[in-house]
């Protein structure tokens, strides 16, 4: 096994194993916050307030993950032949 090899072995682990667990678990808190702040706790203020925290916290790191993952693969695409 090569170094290019080896190195493209582990891009894709990331890219097809890592990466859609941590996007799962950032949708899942997405959803935690949805559920959290307007179905469980919609009477509650200060519970409403955690809740919206957390689900904006979630769509903040899906953005940011979408965000990272598009420029590593665009910057992959164009200067490596992956």
Known sequence: MT???FV???VGFFNYYV???????AFLS???GI???FI???ENPSNQEAGRTFLLWGLLGMV???????????VLRTFFSV
Request: charged share 5%; no cysteine.
């Open 64 to 74: 940011v993950m979408f965000s990272v993952w598009g420029l590593v693969n665009m």
């Open 3 to 5: 170094f290019a090899e």
């Open 8 to 10: 493209n072995a582990v």
């Open 40 to 42: 469980y706790h919609g």
């Open 35 to 37: 559920m959290s702040a």
């Open 19 to 25: 990466v859609p667990v941590i996007f799962a678990i």
């Open 30 to 32: 997405f959803l935690w």
